[in-house]
């Protein structure tokens, strides 16, 4: 089939229409639904990459329907296995079908793909292929029995893909608690340098530190995944972590947030290939500088690709794996650990111990480190909400990830700290595991090198994601000529391309230390990103959030429990640069970067950013299991008000929080009387979510009326939101179709 022939993604009514033969017709309506699961299998590649812009989520998007309508869609089509798994996604598109097109349709499937009777209950319920009717036609139409479709063999190739799809499904199927703990668990590469960072100060200090470190960061955490709750931009895959600091703390918030973003991605990638080398040098015998020119060769193909396309399954796969290695690897250490270096233990001021800046420079930027899920928690909300729409599972399940990175972090400590005498823990240019398999035995190295690759490896390839996406955005929009494309990207991974370089010659020069440099992000970078920022954005998601999760820790938005939290970030950003920095230039940016956050929250303070907001979102959901529904937030409360539906020939009132439409498509108009909220905003959406999962702006006319006067806003050109200033007590809102003779 050209790529004329089949130009666009089609509608069901194109695809019932017309009078072309039955076989010609079912490719047609082959090719849209192999159009739509390849749509939505790159639309699901998309929750791991966790740095993307607005921008460049359209750019992907727009590349992705560029080579669908020229008839490619190669690098993902579909398998048989991806049509019996996203069969509720395109069943609408074969709904109406006749017996003869259903016939036809099987035909064609037959043709392209083997068949597996017991694997396909899906696709034979869709078209009805276990009716007399079809079986039947099938016969008179071809000549043969229908159960000739079926391979009476299947081959170890599509065995091997049943199994993991079946594995898949029983992942994704798991309650969304347990997805959203597997997507933001933490463990990863920093849990290799905390063994290091307290070696100096002792085992039983730094578990206390592990503590409290561990505590606060489930505080932030919570708020953060809180605020992913409220925000629909969050919950329906509207933009990503830039647009929601964007959207409830303002374009300044945005621009520190991008600026952090990127010191943070050039100083991690270093200490990432660092430790990869560091490792696998050890392990394998091949120098550090190979292993760094491989990570970095594997690093800028799927930067070519743009995408690491994890699914779920994959992501709970890896955290699994993980976890085992992180208890295996202390678990074998058992037998070696000695008391005596248990009781090792240096305080400042303790007894006549001198204070060492340069101890808590380690000990609290790696802490921070350690418990970095922030990134994961602003981009995987989606996933979670979409299958608990309450939040709930969301919510604790983020909170649980950080309980748990608590508990393997206080093991390692007593474990390698045990086993490991202090003075040789604390030179360790490497990892933990380094340094642990010296007195353990090679068994260590070869687990440490499997969770490095899990770990470290895979959040090279994140990071250098975000750095391409994040110089990508400040470049213009590429033309069709190839050679632009080609220096656009080779522009793009410039600052990967210089990481990579500085690490080949610190691994010559034999400096650096893959703890250090955590140590110097976590001082840096993180107490905004996961401190001050999660801060900001729950005090106003409170305030003008779109929805109200089932879950809310209400003593989190306390005043004193948020200036307190604010006070130890900022303090601890002050702490660097005054006490704890001892190069001048590391002082002079820890301070300047103080005195930004300060003035951003004077500003955000002064220019009323967290004022209250009533928002009323009308929603048509087409997605399987969706609900067309009204809802009503005021002040990040759910409200209860007069409602009235309009469908023309009746209407239906309501007194509650939220109504669902019964049927969407004879909705004429909505009426809303809101009482005094004391809110200074207005947001209306009037949106669709198509099958595919893609939030849609509807036109509408939205009439505010109040003692003030009355005010028309049409939405055809605002993507179906608007805001608007509320200065009257009470008000009243009707949203209506464009045109009165047609539905919303």
Known sequence: MTASDESDLFSREELLSGGAAPIRRARVILFAIESRIAHLKEKSGRFSSSYL??????EREEAFLEALSAGRHSTLLPTIQDLE??????????????????????????????????????????????????????????????????????????RFRWLSTGLAKTLEALPPFWIAFALTLPIGPSLLAIPIAVAEIGAIPGVALTVVFGII?????????????????????????????????????????????????????????????????????????????????????????????MTVATAVIATLV????????????????????????????????????SVLQLVFGVMLANYCSHLSVANYGQVVIRRDPSARSWIWGSIAAIGMTMLVSCIWIVTFNGTIPAEALAREAGTAVTALARYVGPIISWLGAVFVLLSVGLACIHVSLGLLFLVRERLPKVTKNKIGKRVRFLISISPVIAIFLISEWMTFAGVGSFAKLLSVVGGLALPVLGGVFPLFMLAASRRKGDFVPGTVLKFIGHPVVLVGLYLIFLGSIFLYGIFIWENLIERVVSIALGIIVFTLTAAILRRRILKTRVVVELREDLSPGGTNVLNITACGRSMETEMSLDYGEFKERHHATSAEIVNFALLRAVTLHLPDTGAKELKVWVHRITPDLTSVGLPAQVKIK????????????????VLANLNGRSFRLEISAVDSKHQL
């Not at 079986?135 to 063999?153: C, V």
């Not at 003692?707 to 939101?721: D, H, M, R, T």
């Open 53 to 58: 812009s607005p921008r460049s989520d359209e």
């Open 85 to 158: 798994g996203y069969v509720l996604y395109w069943a609408p598109l074969v709904s109406e079908l006749d017996v003869y097109l259903r016939v036809a349709l099987a035909r064609v499937l037959g043709q392209k793909y083997k068949l597996d009777y017991s694997e396909i209950p899906g696709i034979r319920k869709t078209l009805g292929l276990d009716e007399d009717p079809v079986k039947q036609e099938y016969r008179r139409s071809f000549g043969e029995d229908l159960a000739a479709l079926y391979s009476a063999k299947t081959d170890p190739v599509s």
């Open 217 to 309: 960061n489930a505080l932030t955490v919570a708020s953060l995944a809180e605020t992913v709750a409220r925000s629909g931009t969050t919950r329906f895959g509207l933009g990503y972590i830039g647009q929601l600091v964007s959207e409830y703390i303002g374009k300044a918030g945005s621009i520190l947030l991008t600026a952090i973003l990127a010191i943070n991605s050039v100083l991690i990638l270093i200490a990432y290939y660092l430790g990869v080398a560091g490792t696998l040098a050890q392990v394998t015998g091949i120098p550090s500088t190979l292993w760094i020119a491989l990570l970095f060769v594997t690093v800028v193909y799927f930067l070519s690709r743009e995408s690491l396309n």
């Open 322 to 357: 993980k976890l085992v290695l992180v208890i295996s690897i202390p678990a074998l250490s058992l037998p070696f650990i000695k008391p005596a270096n248990l009781q090792h233990m240096v305080l400042p001021f303790r007894g006549m111990q001198p204070f060492n800046p």
């Open 706 to 721: 109040s003692e003030s006067g009355e005010q028309w806003i049409p939405l055809e050109l605002s993507k179906g939101q």
